[in-house]
C-alpha cells in the first residue's frame, strides 16, 4: 500500500507540480532557524534533567545506617566512582618529605610561637611532586591538617608570613599555634602565564583549564591531581606518626577539602569554607570544576554522606569570586572556557546541609555535620577552627596567640613555584598519553580475534561500554516520530524535502532529504547521509542553492548519481550556545552525542519506512564534525551499512592531549573536545573496530590542517591490520588527495557505489 501511495504521488507531482509533503508526513509548516531551536531545544530538555538528578540519585545509593560498619561497607561502591571520576587512577610514589633548600636559601623560613614554617615538596605521582610549607610544631603533633587556601591565594599567605590574609584567615598559622603539625600546599591558580609552549603556540586557557583538558581525556583530572597531592601528604604523616588527620580549605581549597576527605576514610575531619551548596549549575562554574557523571550520583549533600560518620564542618563564608578567565596576555590566543565563581548564597548553603543530614537519618550515632554561618567574617571562623580541632584533637589550645610567625628566610618565589607545579603535572598528562596505547591493549584483552563471528559477539560489551561510560546512554524516543515534511526545492534529478522527526519533549531530528526524480515503484534506492560538520547546518552538503568550498555540494553530486540523499542537522552549532549543552550533559553522564546518537536513530527509523529506502543499504558520510559523528554513530548504530570520515580521523587522543603540536584542542577554542577517559579506552582505530566488519573509509586532504598525514596514517594502519587480519581487507581503505579540509568526493564516491551495489555513472 505504500508503494502504491508513493507511485501515485510520484505520478502526481509529474502532472500536477510538486507536492508540498511526502507522502505519510504532514506539512512542515514552522518557519524558523531549526538549527538554533534544535540547541534551544535539547538546553531546556537538560535544564529539566539537572533539576530532576537531585531526585535521581538515590536510586544509586544503597544506604544501610544499622550501624557504622554497615553504612561505611554501604556506600563503599560509591565512593570508588567518586575516586574514579574525579581522576585518581595512578598509583601514588613512596612518601617522601623533602626540605627545599639551598646554600643561598635555608628550608627555615620562620619561627612562630612553638612551632617552625618550613619550605618543603613530597612525592605525590611519578614526576610530579607537592609544594608549599610545612608549620612543624617544637612537640609532638596533637594533629596533622592540610591546609588549603583558594588557588588564588599561596601558602605563606595562610602561614601568615607575608599579607594578603586578615589574621583570622591565616588558619595554617592558628593550627599550628595548637599544636597541630599543618601542611599548606600550593594550589595550581588560574592565571594563564605558562598555559601553551613558547615554540607553539601561547593561549589564555587558565593553567588549571590547560590541565584540566588533558587530564580529562586521559581519565584523570585536575581536582584529583590536587586530591592526590594532600592525600601524598597523608601518606607521608601516617609513616612515622599515628595522630589523627584533617583537612581544611576555602574557595577552591574548600572543594579539594571537601573530595579529599570523601574519598579517604584516614582523614577523620573536614572543614570545608566558601564552597558547599547545591552544585546543579556547576556548568556556569570553571571548566575545571566539570567532573564526567558527578550530578548524575553526587552533589554536595551526597559527597558529604561519603564523610559520614566522620566530622565535616560546613562554613558559609565568602569566597574569591571569578568573573572569568583572564584576558589573553600580549600574543595570546582567547581560547579558555567561560566560568565564574561567586560566593554561595548562605540559605542554600544550610538546605544542602540539611539535605545531607536527612540522607543519613537513621545513622545510629548520628553523623556529625556541622554548618557555621561566617558570612561577616573571612574563611575559618573561630567556630569553625574550634569544631575542627574538637574532632582531631579535643587536648589542644584552642585560644592560640595569635602572633604571625618572624620570618628568618628569603620567601619562595611564588612565580617559579608555580611554574614548576604546572610543568609537573602538564608533563604527567603528557605521560599517560604516552602509555595509553598500553592502557587500551590491556581494555580490549577480551576481545576475541579468531574470526568475524566471534570479534562480534566478544565486543558487544565494549560497544556497551563506549555507550554508556564515553557517549553516555539517554533512553530510547520518547515520543512518536510525527514526521513532517515540506518541499524546498526542486531540481532536474531530484526533489528536495525539509524533515523534523520529535524525539523528546522539545528534542526534535530535522534534516534534508534528496529524493531522486526517477525512483520507480516498487524501487528501493539505497541511502547517503551525509553531515556537515561543526557551525555547519544540511543545506552546506545538500542544498543545490549553497556551495562552500569544503563540501562541495556532495549530498547533490550524489543525489544525481541516484542515491537518497539524508542531510541532518546536529546540535554542534552556536558557539557557546551549543557547548553550554555540553557543560549541562557531562555532570549527567551524558553528551553532545548522548542526544545526536538517538535523533540519528530516529532518523533512521523513519527512513527505513520509506517506500523507496532500502533499509539494509544506508551509509554513513561525515566531514570534520561530521566526521567525528562519522567515528560514534556508526559504531553504536549497526543500522548503518558503512562509514565514511572525511577530514577528521586521526591519532585522536594526541589530537586532544599532546602539547607539542599547534593544531591540538590544547589551542583551540572547543573546549567541549575531551571525553572523559577516552584515552585508555577508545582511539579511532578502536572505534573502527566497533563499525567491523561493516566497511569503513577515510577521506584525507595532504593540506588539511586539523593534523598530519603521519598521525592519520599510524591510526589507520590500527584499522587497516584488524580488516586484514579478519578477512575483511577488502571493506576498508584510505584516499589520499592533495587538497585541503574538504570533501574530495572521488573514492569515497566510489566506495559508496561499491559497498552499497548501486551502479556509477556509466555502469
Not at 535521581?56 to 553504612?71: E, F, G, N, T
Not at 611532586?129 to 588549603?148: H, I, T
Not at 544525481?560 to 555532570?587: M, S
Request: charged share 20%; aromatic share 10%.
Amino acid at each position: 500500500m505504500q508503494s502504491i501511495v508513493f507511485a501515485v504521488w510520484m505520478l502526481g507531482a509529474a502532472e500536477a507540480g510538486p507536492v508540498q509533503a511526502l507522502p505519510g508526513t504532514a506539512p512542515l509548516e514552522e518557519s524558523v532557524d531549526f538549527a538554533a531551536a534544535m540547541v534551544a531545544g535539547i538546553d531546556q530538555w537538560l535544564d529539566r534533567a539537572l533539576e530532576a538528578s537531585v531526585d535521581a540519585r538515590p536510586a544509586l545509593w544503597q544506604r544501610d545506617v544499622a550501624s557504622h560498619a554497615a553504612y561505611a561497607a554501604s556506600i563503599a561502591p560509591n565512593r570508588d566512582r567518586f575516586a574514579r571520576i574525579i581522576g585518581l587512577k595512578d598509583p601514588r610514589v613512596a612518601p617522601a618529605m623533602e626540605f627545599i633548600a639551598s646554600p643561598e636559601r635555608p628550608s627555615l623560613l620562620g619561627r612562630g610561637a612553638a612551632y617552625e614554617v618550613h619550605a618543603v615538596r613530597w612525592a605525590v605521582l611519578e614526576g610530579v611532586y607537592g609544594e608549599g610549607l610545612l608549620l612543624r610544631p617544637d612537640g609532638a603533633p596533637k594533629a596533622f591538617v592540610v591546609a588549603l587556601g583558594d588557588c588564588a591565594w599561596t601558602p605563606e599567605m595562610l602561614a601568615g608570613l607575608t599579607g594578603g590574609l586578615p589574621p583570622e584567615a591565616q588558619y595554617a598559622r592558628r593550627l599550628a599555634e595548637s599544636g597541630c603539625m599543618v601542611v599548606a600546599p600550593a594550589i595550581l591558580d588560574r592565571q594563564c602565564t605558562w598555559t601553551g609552549a613558547s615554540r607553539v603556540r601561547k593561549t589564555n586557557l587558565p593553567h588549571r583549564e590547560f590541565v584540566y583538558r588533558a587530564a580529562y581525556e586521559m581519565g584523570r583530572h585536575m581536582i584529583g591531581y590536587d586530591v592526590h597531592t594532600i592525600l601524598a601528604a597523608v601518606d607521608w604523616f601516617r609513616v612515622s606518626h599515628d595522630a589523627p588527620a584533617g583537612v581544611i580549605g576555602a574557595g577552591e581549597g574548600g572543594l579539594l577539602a571537601l573530595y579529599a576527605a570523601a574519598v579517604d576514610t584516614r582523614i577523620s575531619a573536614a572543614a570545608v569554607s566558601g564552597y558547599f551548596g547545591p552544585r546543579e549549575r556547576v556548568w556556569e562554574e570553571p571548566i575545571d570544576r566539570n567532573v564526567w557523571a558527578l550530578l548524575h550520583e553526587f552533589g554536595d549533600a551526597e559527597i558529604a554522606t561519603l564523610i559520614a560518620p566522620r566530622t565535616l564542618i560546613v562554613e558559609a563564608a565568602p569566597c574569591v569570586e571569578v568573573d572569568g578567565p583572564p584576558p589573553p596576555l600580549s600574543g595570546m590566543r582567547n581560547d579558555a572556557a567561560p566560568g565564574r565563581i561567586r560566593t554561595p548564597d548562605p540559605d542554600g548553603v544550610e538546605r544542602e546541609v540539611a539535605r545531607a543530614r536527612a540522607l543519613l537519618a537513621g545513622l545510629t550515632p548520628p553523623a556529625g555535620i556541622a554548618f557555621v554561618n561566617a558570612m561577616e567574617g573571612p574563611a575559618g571562623s573561630g567556630e569553625t577552627l574550634t569544631a575542627l580541632l574538637a574532632a582531631l584533637a579535643p587536648d589542644a589550645d584552642r585560644t592560640p596567640g595569635g602572633e604571625p610567625p618572624v620570618v628568618s628566610g628569603a620567601l619562595p618565589d611564588r612565580d617559579a613555584r608555580m611554574k614548576r607545579v604546572f610543568d609537573q603535572l602538564a608533563g604527567h598528562t603528557q605521560r599517560v598519553m604516552g602509555d595509553a596505547p598500553f592502557a587500551r591493549e590491556a581494555f580490549w584483552a577480551k576481545a576475541d580475534r579468531t574470526s568475524p563471528e566471534a570479534w562480534q559477539q566478544s565486543t558487544a560489551r565494549y560497544r556497551d561500554y563506549f555507550r554508556d561510560e564515553v557517549i553516555g546512554a539517554l533512553p530510547p524516543a520518547t515520543l512518536p516520530a510525527n514526521p513532517r515534511t515540506r518541499l524546498v526545492f526542486d531540481e532536474p534529478e531530484y526533489r528536495g524535502y525539509e524533515v523534523k522527526l520529535d524525539v523528546y519533549p522539545d528534542v526534535f531530528a530535522y534534516g534534508l532529504l534528496l529524493v531522486p526524480r526517477d525512483v520507480k515503484e516498487g524501487e528501493r534506492r539505497p541511502v547517503v547521509v551525509c553531515q556537515h560538520g561543526l557551525e555547519g547546518t544540511p543545506h552546506k552538503c545538500a542544498d543545490p542553492t549553497v556551495q562552500e568550498a569544503a563540501y562541495n555540494q556532495y549530498g547533490c553530486r550524489l543525489a544525481e548519481r541516484g542515491f537518497v540523499v539524508y542531510a541532518p542537522q546536529n546540535p554542534y552549532i552556536g558557539g557557546d550556545a551549543f557547548r553550554v549543552l555540553q557543560r549541562k550533559a557531562n555532570p549527567l553522564k551524558l553528551s553532545l552525542f548522548s542526544f545526536i546518537v538517538r535523533q540519528h536513530e530516529r532518523s533512521l527509523e523513519w527512513l527505513a519506512s520509506q517506500p523507496f529506502v532500502d533499509p539494509g543499504r544506508i551509509g554513513f558520510y561525515g566531514i570534520s564534525y561530521g566526521g567525528k559523528t562519522a567515528m560514534r554513530v556508526p559504531a553504536l548504530l549497526p543500522q548503518y551499512r558503512l562509514s565514511i570520515c572525511s577530514a577528521d580521523y586521526n591519532e585522536w587522543i594526541w589530537k586532544n592531549v599532546s602539547i607539542a603540536y599547534p593544531f591540538t584542542y590544547l589551542y583551540t577554542g572547543e573546549y567541549e573536545m575531551p571525553e572523559f577517559d577516552l584515552g585508555d579506552t577508545f582511539n579511532y582505530a578502536e572505534m573502527s573496530w566497533l563499525i567491523f566488519p561493516r566497511p569503513f573509509m577515510v577521506e584525507r586532504g595532504h593540506g588539511d590542517g586539523v593534523s598530519i598525514d603521519e598521525w592519520v596514517a599510524f591510526e589507520y594502519a590500527r584499522t587497516q591490520r584488524l580488516y586484514d587480519a579478519l578477512g575483511r581487507g577488502d571493506s576498508t581503505e584510505i584516499e589520499y588527495f592533495n587538497g585541503p579540509h574538504a570533501i574530495h568526493g572521488v573514492g569515497t564516491f566510489a566506495f559508496l557505489h561499491d559497498k552499497l551495489d548501486w551502479p556509477g555513472p556509466g555502469e
